[in-house]
């Protein structure tokens, strides 16, 4: 069966302005997540979904980063005021709940001039 | 000081050659154990995860966790180039329901033909 998948793949936006990516995860898992990579770095927990509920917020990095998840399948990740610093990979992963395993997704890659 | 820390490499060795890569962690509460690897421009695929101390072999992968010293490694064996990619070793604990995971670095490797 298909993948998680993410979209766009690549995003190159100015600074200030607002951006969304978007997450289809595998169909069944209810569990999602969104991490952050950036250049030279391990990933980063944003933000994890059990259905359409955020239990977890806490690696958000600031309240211009929000999420949101819809009908216990697509999320979307909401960067408002883009700033430079938030340049990198956002991936996305889901799972079935209390297992072991993430899927990824390919990443969205975010470049803000 | 990092909850996990990994040396980012790069590493470089020759074809058939014996890789170890290793992370250290300092958080004791850490459920189980997990090895990533990552190719460029894609997102990370589970290699191995194991929840105890000791030895897990799969095919030419080994790992090998020591919770008594909060290190693990993971082996490669008979190298080959195809093992070329980002190795991300994380550490996890079932939090509320979600898989929490905190990611090392990555070490880069590069098996040379």
């Known amino acids: 069966g298909a993948g998680v998948s993410q979209s766009p793949s690549n995003k190159v936006t100015e600074k200030g302005k607002d951006v969304e990516l978007r997450c289809d995860p595998i169909s069944g898992h209810t569990a999602l997540y969104w991490y952050r990579q950036s250049l030279g770095q391990g990933l980063e927990f944003l933000i994890y979904f059990q259905g359409n509920s955020a239990p977890d917020k806490s690696g958000l990095p600031s309240d211009r980063f929000s999420a949101e998840r819809t009908g216990g399948s697509v999320s979307t990740l909401t960067i408002q005021r883009t700033q430079q610093e938030d340049s990198a990979v956002y991936l996305c992963?889901?799972?079935?709940?209390?297992?072991?395993?993430?899927?990824f997704g390919p990443g969205t890659r975010l470049t803000v001039l | 000081q990092k909850e996990v820390e990994q040396d980012p490499g790069p590493l470089s060795v020759p074809e058939g050659a014996i890789v170890s890569l290793n992370c250290t962690y300092s958080?004791?509460?850490?459920?189980?154990f997990m090895w990533y690897r990552q190719y460029s421009r894609k997102g990370p695929e589970l290699l191995m995860y194991t929840y105890s101390s000791g030895n897990k072999e799969d095919g030419r992968f080994t790992a090998q966790v020591d919770k008594s010293s909060k290190y693990i490694s993971l082996f490669i064996r008979d190298s080959q180039p195809s093992d070329s990619a980002t190795y991300l070793c994380a550490m996890g604990s079932l939090i509320q329901g979600a898989q929490k995971l905190v990611f090392g670095q990555g070490t880069r490797l590069t098996i040379n033909p």
């Open positions: 992963a889901s799972s079935l709940p209390r297992t072991d395993t993430q899927y």
């Open positions: 958080n004791s509460a850490f459920q189980y």
